[in-house]
């Protein structure tokens, strides 16, 4: 089965997101990590960091697997200008302040070998008013690494962490504005209160 593929929307949906002009994604989404109908693309910010994993030890007595903890990244917009953090949470912090958090709604492997999946996470704000705080969604995309290491990890390095180089594009999704009428006419209504008419 073909898994079928769609673009996402180019408008800028959020006036506090402007300042990123040319927004053009790099990838078509796959239709499982895509936003809702009601969400176009606000930022792409490029990450630049590390996944890092823990050394914990198995369920079974004598076994120890890798686990995640944490990404940490430096995020980039267009045209390569810092424009936040990506940490912990996982939480996507603008550099005026803007937070957002996200959860995870969908996966999906990507399709290079030895890379992190590509994500949708539904995200919520947590800071003040900001460019990051209209966000609703976001997609993980084009990662390249971070995979958590194939060995290293044992009974006896229990403790060890390990910091994998990665980077990824997010594409941060916002609920579309409402689009800018050509005019709008003030009609006084036959009680004389004003109404107005698009």
Not at 81 to 86: W, Y
Not at 143 to 161: D, E, F, H, K, W
Request: charged share 20%; glycine share 8%.
């Amino acid at each position: 089965m073909h898994t079928k593929f769609l673009a996402l929307p180019l408008a800028i949906a959020v006036s506090a997101c402007a300042q990123v002009p040319n927004l053009t994604p790099t990838v078509q989404v796959p239709d499982k990590i895509r936003g809702a109908a009601n969400q176009s693309l606000a930022i792409i910010a490029a990450a630049k960091g590390v996944q890092i994993y823990e050394c914990r030890a198995g369920k079974d007595a004598g076994t120890a697997d890798w686990v995640f903890v944490a990404p940490e990244a430096e995020l980039f917009d267009t045209r390569g200008k810092t424009i936040g953090r990506h940490y912990a949470g996982p939480r996507w912090e603008s550099i005026d302040g803007s937070t957002i958090a996200g959860t995870l709604k969908e996966r999906i492997d990507a399709p290079q070998a030895d890379a992190i999946p590509w994500l949708l996470l539904a995200t919520k704000s947590v800071g003040p008013e900001g460019a990051f705080s209209k966000v609703t969604s976001v997609q993980r995309v084009n990662t390249v690494g971070g995979a958590a290491p194939r060995t290293g990890c044992s009974s006896a390095s229990v403790g060890q962490v390990a910091r994998v180089p990665y980077t990824a594009d997010y594409y941060l999704l916002a609920a579309r504005a409402r689009p800018a009428l050509p005019y709008a006419a003030d009609i006084r209504s036959p009680e004389g209160s004003s109404t107005w008419v698009y």
